[in-house]
């Protein structure tokens, strides 16, 4: 039986081994992807970011158990950064979910962000497209709000949760810059610490800039540690998807984000044809000699790149 | 091999003492590998259905407590229960010499003793996965 | 210290050695290493004069033993006056097999029983539950209920011997039972000695015996300060223990911060539940690891002890001379035990005792040899205390009170250290104290840091640990080792299951529903433990209330 049959069985252990497939951009999972593209699209992904410290991990943790509770099965996403020296990662976010592991409604993998530019995000949105189609209700995904290809996953998401601690200062000020434009639900963690109120208003008088059409996003206080504040963020989940669906934004938005993984796939693929393909009869490394002497400019080369690549035509080798 | 290497290290039992746990972390993601790190008092149930979500290609446990005639055993029967074949074992901690043969007998590849270098457990990992 | 001219004169005359005779030897043959360091990483310099401790005030910074600062020592006689307490920990198995080896330890002369627990008894879970299954007399005794604390002290007349115990999250419940014991044997709560560990914070940073989350444990060890000052005067209530910090890979400095850090929480904490400084100040004590670096050992008990002392004064405004006192327990380094060449132990043993008889220990366990292998034999628990006896009877180091001090050396290596740690004190104050700090993961990954860098030292032999990176040999496999009868937990399963067709079942449910109430509240829980330990409840079924209420810790951390 192959990997789509049985992923969409529900087999556990297919569905580990379908995302490390995923993971190492190996052409099976294409081919698995496609094969279950059909069965996606049920599933409500949530993105969960903020600085680091804010307490994602242990939020995740008690929102999973709240919907869990609620009879849905759940998926969480949670991605570490990789070591750029190393190529390794410590992937810890387990530890603040532990009690989930044999949970048989749960499932956690950990991510290494592996570094490669916009493939963190590609591979983020393959991993969610296998969750969903196994047939999970929720999709969580964790990642530390910082970086381009972050941002990028938060955007490719249903609702996007961003978690906040009091007493960060001008930090504040650069999530901002980043993705406050987009976060459908705030929430300020550990609403117990001093500061937690000025937190509150800060972010309320920084959303009442915003412009959205129909949907207020929510601030809302919380304690993950102590499980105070989650059932009224689930609330809001769920409110938020009546909201996407009712005003057809959610049709809209993942028309629009599927048109962004398109360009990304295709980005994606015509630089391994480009570049890696051509490798092989060298064309690269001529051309660079070239313009290096200045026998050539970089423009001229570059179209003559593409060039023989339209002329080849994709070959998948 | 140009996928990075998944190794889930976990510490069963009660035994709070994970200095060598994390020492281990550390080297194995400064050897370029992807570190799944369970934390405390983690039950073999628990290790091994993270290792089957995390899809990874190592268990490492260490245990000081000298529980492991119990511990690394249940682990081994419970991989056995899910018919997983293609992860390796192994662990480390204040095993005496004369547990160590039933250990393996057990399923476990390997036990690291106190005073074992980073980098032979770096390299036993390196050369015997079976994936 | 020193006349200023004299000192000038001094510094000329090192400068004139540094470039005459000192610079032809170097040409000729340079040291062995380009740097030069200790145990903990902190740069040794060649020499040390007076040039190095031009600032120390003798009157201000070492004062006379038994005096403020009490860098010399917390009694004006030391070891003139009466040895430390040789105190081995001991505990395995059973209560019954514990409670010969107590009886064989205070025959070979100990002078204080020091009780290990197994996991289990630490977390606060009985022998029966699924999750202690493996772990039952492992690493300590058991522990289930008052019957098997009976058991334990056995013969043993409690008003004779102090006590101490290894016990931090259920502290509350072991103290209870030992005084319930007491009491059974005629002798009353006043009279008792000894100490509980009691410190949970070192538990969340290194050690991971927690149980609940920081408030309620900190409210459980406040309780227990205030009980004691009433109830329980000559008990130590609480040991603040830097021991598992340095085990888990801390440096010296670290070691006396951290400790020092978790001390000003548990003061502060006792403080705010409106307790008198001076009340509860005098029944605190320390705990210390002991390691190879001898002289920067000796200055880590001093610096230790003048910064304590500082603390209290300074920060707290402690009257009581007995509130400035740093009393510290030591325990020889489990850390540098070696695995290779077990007999090795014997020598790194014998000069970390000596360390901690020059630092001025109130009290001290020495490791036996086979501990990086099992657990010790009685063979090697007794060279470990010989070790301990041949350093008090036969060194000649007891005959004078801090012999190194005014050492050029070991003067300046305190006050580094001393610095060092009140750096990381600030910090740790910044981020708004250690229970903060801790939940931060800020004191882990300092620790953890120390540990890493340590570990590859030895692995690119920076450091030289003989026996294990250099000077190896072929060994033969090592023989008698102890080992644990696994049937004990079978026999504690069984005893817990008669306990419980025995006691009064009603009596144990009415005063756990009452301890729930009063944890629900505002009250100290003592008393309500008392009650329902003297009924017969277990462990398990006393922490399950309290887990109940208060919740449990989630560990933080960042690697």
């Known amino acids: ?317 | 091999m140009d996928r990075p290497i998944r190794v889930l290290v976990g510490k069963p039992g009660l035994d709070g003492h994970d200095r060598g746990a994390k020492v281990i972390a550390r080297a194995l993601r400064d050897a370029g590998m992807e570190v799944i790190y369970t934390g405390l008092r983690q039950t073999p149930e628990q290790i091994v259905e993270a290792a089957i979500q995390e899809d990874v290609d190592c268990i490492a446990m260490s245990i000081l407590s000298g529980a492991h005639n119990h511990l690394f055993p249940r682990v081994m029967e419970l991989l056995k229960e899910e018919k997983i074949d293609d992860i390796l074992v192994i662990g480390g901690g204040v095993v005496p010499d004369d547990d160590i043969q039933p250990l393996k007998d057990a399923g476990i590849a390997e036990i690291f003793t106190p005073g074992t270098p980073t980098t032979t457990f770096i390299n036993y990992i390196k050369e015997n996965i079976i994936r | ?559």
């Not at chain 1, 249903?158 to 810059?177: F, S």
């Not at chain 3, 229970?435 to 540990?451: F, L, N, R």
């Not at chain 3, 329902?532 to 951390?557: H, P």
């Open chain 3, 1 to 559: 210290m020193f006349d200023k001219g004299k000192l000038n004169q001094l510094q000329s005359q090192k400068d004139t050695w540094e470039e005459g005779k000192l610079k032809k030897v170097l040409e000729k043959r340079p040291e062995r290493k380009k740097e030069f360091t200790t145990g903990s990483n902190k740069e040794v310099g060649r020499l040390y004069t007076p040039l190095d401790v031009a600032d120390l005030d003798y009157e201000r910074d070492l004062g006379f033993p038994g005096e403020y600062p009490y860098t010399r020592g917390v009694q004006p006689t030391m070891y003139r006056g009466r040895l430390w307490t040789m105190r081995q920990y001991a505990g395995f198995s059973t209560a019954e097999e514990s409670n010969e080896r107590y009886k064989y330890l205070l025959e070979q002369g100990t002078t204080g029983l020091s009780v290990a627990f197994d996991l289990p008894t630490q977390i606060g879970y009985d022998s029966d539950y699924p999750i202690s299954e493996g772990e039952v007399g492992k690493v300590g005794v058991a522990i289930d209920s008052l019957e098997d604390m009976e058991i334990l002290f056995k013969d043993i007349p409690l008003d004779k011997v102090s006590t101490s115990m290894t016990i931090n999250a259920p502290a509350a419940v072991l103290l209870a039972m030992y005084i319930a014991v007491a009491e059974k044997q005629g002798v009353s709560a006043d009279k008792l000695k000894g100490t509980i560990q009691n410190d949970i914070l070192k538990e969340y940073i290194a050690r991971g015996t927690y149980i609940f989350p920081v408030q309620p444990s900190m409210r459980l060890i406040t309780n227990i300060f205030e009980y004691c000052h009433k109830e329980v005067p000559k008990w130590n209530t609480i040991s603040i223990s830097g021991y598992h910090i340095r085990e888990a890979g801390s440096t010296a400095a670290q070691e006396i911060a951290f400790t020092l850090a978790d001390g000003i929480a548990y003061v502060q904490a006792a403080i705010d539940a409106g307790l008198d400084v001076d009340d509860f100040a005098p029944r605190l004590s320390f705990f210390f690891n002991s390691h190879n670096d001898l002289l920067e050992e000796v200055a880590k008990f001093r610096a230790a002890r003048r910064l304590w002392a500082r603390i209290m004064k300074e920060r707290f405004g402690a009257k009581k001379e007995k509130s400035l006192m740093l009393r510290f327990h030591t325990q020889t380094g489990g850390s540098t035990l070696t695995a290779q060449q077990p007999e090795n132990n014997v020598v790194r043993v014998a000069i970390q005792t000596l360390a901690a008889v020059l630092g001025g220990t109130q009290s001290l366990h020495t490791n036996s040899r086979d501990e990086a292998l099992a657990l010790p034999s009685e063979d090697s628990v007794r060279i470990a205390l010989r070790t301990q006896q041949i350093v008090a009877y036969e060194s000649g180091v007891t005959e004078t009170i801090d012999p190194l001090a005014g050492s050029y050396y070991v003067e300046s290596l305190t006050n580094k250290l001393e610095e060092d740690a009140l750096e990381y004190i600030n910090k740790i104050d910044s981020l708004g104290g250690a229970p903060k700090a801790i939940e931060k993961g800020y004191i882990q990954k300092e620790i953890q840091d120390s540990a890493y860098t340590y570990q590859k030292q030895i692995e690119n032999e920076e450091r030289i640990v003989v026996g294990m990176n250099k000077f190896m040999i072929e060994e033969p496999k090592p023989t008698g080792l102890l080992k644990v009868d696994p049937a004990v937990g079978k026999l504690q399963k069984e005893k817990l299951a008669k306990l419980k067709e025995t006691r009064d079942n009603q009596l144990v449910n009415k005063n756990l529903e009452e301890l729930s109430k009063a944890a629900e509240g505002e009250a100290n829980l003592m008393p309500y433990i008392k009650e329902a330990v003297k009924a017969y409840a277990t462990l398990g079924e006393i922490c399950d209330v309290l887990r109940e209420v208060f919740g449990e810790y989630q560990q933080n951390i960042i690697l």
């Open chain 1, 1 to 317: 039986m192959d990997l789509a049959k049985k992923l969409l069985k529900g087999d556990k252990r297919t569905l580990a081994r379908l995302i490390t497939l995923i993971e190492n951009d190996d052409p099976h999972a294409i081919e698995v992807l496609k094969a279950i593209y059909n069965h996606t699209g049920k599933a409500h992904v949530i993105g969960i970011t903020g600085p680091p410290g804010a307490g994602k991990s242990t939020l995740t943790d008690k929102l999973a158990k709240e919907l869990n509770k609620r009879g849905k099965k759940i998926a969480i996403i949670a991605v570490d950064p990789t070591s750029p020296f190393t190529g390794g990662a410590i992937l810890g976010d387990r530890v603040r979910m532990a009690d989930l592991t044999n949970n048989p409604d749960v499932f956690i993998r950990s991510m290494g962000s592996r570094g490669t530019l916009g493939g963190l995000a590609k591979n983020t949105l393959g991993v969610i497209k296998a969750f969903d189609a196994y047939g999970m209700d929720y999709i969580f995904v964790e990642t530390v709000g910082v970086g381009q290809s972050e941002v990028d996953i938060v955007k490719a998401v249903d609702t996007t949760i961003l978690v906040m601690v009091p007493g960060l200062g001008d930090d504040i000020q650069a999530i901002k810059a980043g993705i406050m434009e987009i976060g459908d639900i705030f929430v300020v963690n550990k609403a117990d610490l001093e500061g937690a109120h000025r937190t509150m208003m800060e972010l309320e008088t920084m959303l009442d800039f915003r412009q959205d059409e129909g949907w207020k996003p929510p601030v809302l206080e919380a304690i993950g540690r102590d499980n105070i504040g989650i059932g009224q963020i689930c609330d809001n989940i769920e409110k938020h998807m009546d909201f996407l669906v009712k005003s057809d934004k959610l049709g809209y938005a993942r028309r629009e984000n599927v048109k962004k993984e398109i360009i990304e796939i295709a980005k994606g693929s015509m630089e391994v044809h480009i570049f890696n393909n051509n490798n092989k009869d060298n064309q690269l490394e001529i051309l660079a000699e070239r313009v290096a002497n200045k026998e050539q400019d970089p423009y001229t080369a570059s179209d003559e790149i593409l060039k023989s690549f339209i002329n080849r035509g994709i070959k998948n080798d």
